[in-house]
């Protein structure tokens, strides 16, 4: 089981990287064209943020399933995961970068709806949905993925 989710959840990071880096370059066009806030401007932003909640559902599986994770390995010390490069990265780093990463698109895509008119609306897309592509690109295990 732990073998078929991890290859949906890598599969899946592919489609979260294409989303979110189409959502991000959408708003950061738009906000320095100063153009209207378009329907398909929803779409992809709401649909970079559907994608990235189904891969933090994922990967919550797979973090309490991997063995990759050192947290819940019989005699581990935390000492141990975090002096180890790949333990670490798979126990602390990729987990919280990544939640940090679904809570900046999710905040991005909550506030931009609040606002008004179309510049606010992309400047806040453009803003928290860059960040969030920052740090998600900052902690994918890029060994693992070529």
């Known amino acids: 089981m732990y073998q078929i989710t991890q290859i949906i959840h890598s599969y899946w990071a592919y489609l979260v990287v294409l989303v979110v880096t189409l959502a991000t370059i959408n708003a950061i066009l738009g906000f320095f064209s ?9 779409r992809i932003s709401l649909f970079a943020l559907i994608v990235t909640h189904i891969q933090l559902l994922i990967g919550i599986a797979i973090f309490f399933t991997s063995p990759l ?7 581990v010390a935390v000492v141990d995961i975090m002096k180890n490069a790949s333990l670490r990265l ?5 987990p919280m970068v990544m939640i940090l990463t679904v809570v900046f698109i999710t905040m991005g895509y909550s506030k931009h709806k609040k606002k008004l008119t179309s510049v606010p609306k992309l400047k806040t897309l ?3 949905y ?17």
């Open 130 to 146: 860059t960040l969030a592509w920052i740090l998600m690109l900052s902690r994918i295990p890029w060994a693992n993925w070529f």
């Open 126 to 128: 453009a803003i928290f």
């Open 69 to 75: 994770v050192g947290w819940f390995s019989e005699g």
């Open 34 to 42: 100063k153009r209207e806030y378009r329907p398909q401007d929803f």
């Open 90 to 94: 798979y126990s602390v780093e990729h």
